[in-house]
């Protein structure tokens, strides 16, 4: 008898570890007059009440996940979404700062979301050209290039293989993963929305594997 070859679904390979990213929930709304408070420099407003609604559909959607550990990145609003998923796991966030959202210099604080909804020439020559280092004092890409490599690294370090981590981060972090998985253009992938879940695999060799980006369903 002749052997058939079906197709088959992707599975992550033993050796390879799959880390579910979500972005935060909608954060509080930028003021002039009241900028958001900052942690070691970075913008770190709190969750806005659609933001928390966010975060308990997150949990149902990823209660089922089999996720062996949490992250978060020390911004609050981080914190702030995964709460939800730790009550219903019971498993305890721990903090990889190397993920935390990309440092806006002179922008931090909600001066950049300002700036872009006013249409501020700058703001738009940073989406125009892609490049974050535009800003007055912001971050190098090649550092935000190798921090946030270093913290999915210690991710995978912290898992080892065969396991799934459900990591909560920021929509230009997930950016520039995805950058790095696919050697897409800078910002190609920075759109992701509040509260959504984009898959990403290490595998045991070093590569990375984009599986998904921005699923939205359970929103």
Excluded: K
């Amino acid at each position: 008898m002749a052997r058939d070859y079906p197709q088959r679904g992707f599975a992550v390979p033993g050796d390879g570890t799959e880390i579910v990213l979500v972005r935060h929930g909608a954060s509080a709304p930028a003021l002039a007059e009241q900028p958001f408070e900052l942690r070691d420099g970075h913008g770190d407003p709190p969750l806005a009440p659609e933001g928390v609604r966010q975060a308990e559909v997150v949990a149902a959607r990823l209660a089922d996940s089999d996720a062996a550990r949490l992250f978060v990145t020390g911004l609050r609003r981080t914190a702030q979404t995964a709460a939800p998923l730790a009550a219903l796991t019971g498993l305890e966030p721990v903090e990889v700062w190397d993920l935390r959202e990309i440092h806006l210099g002179e922008w931090e604080g909600g001066a950049w979301r300002i700036r872009l909804a006013e249409g501020d020439p700058l703001a738009r020559r940073v989406i125009a050209e892609e490049r974050w280092d535009l800003i007055p004092g912001a971050e190098d890409p090649d550092a935000l290039a190798r921090r946030t490599r270093a913290g999915i690294e210690s991710i995978v370090a912290a898992l080892g293989p065969g396991a799934t981590a459900v990591a909560f981060v920021h929509g230009g972090v997930i950016g520039e993963l995805c950058r790095q998985a696919t050697g897409s253009r800078p910002f190609a992938f920075i759109h992701s929305d509040n509260g959504s879940i984009t898959r990403l695999v290490v595998l045991g060799d070093g590569r990375w594997l984009l599986r998904s980006f921005n699923d939205t369903a359970h929103l």
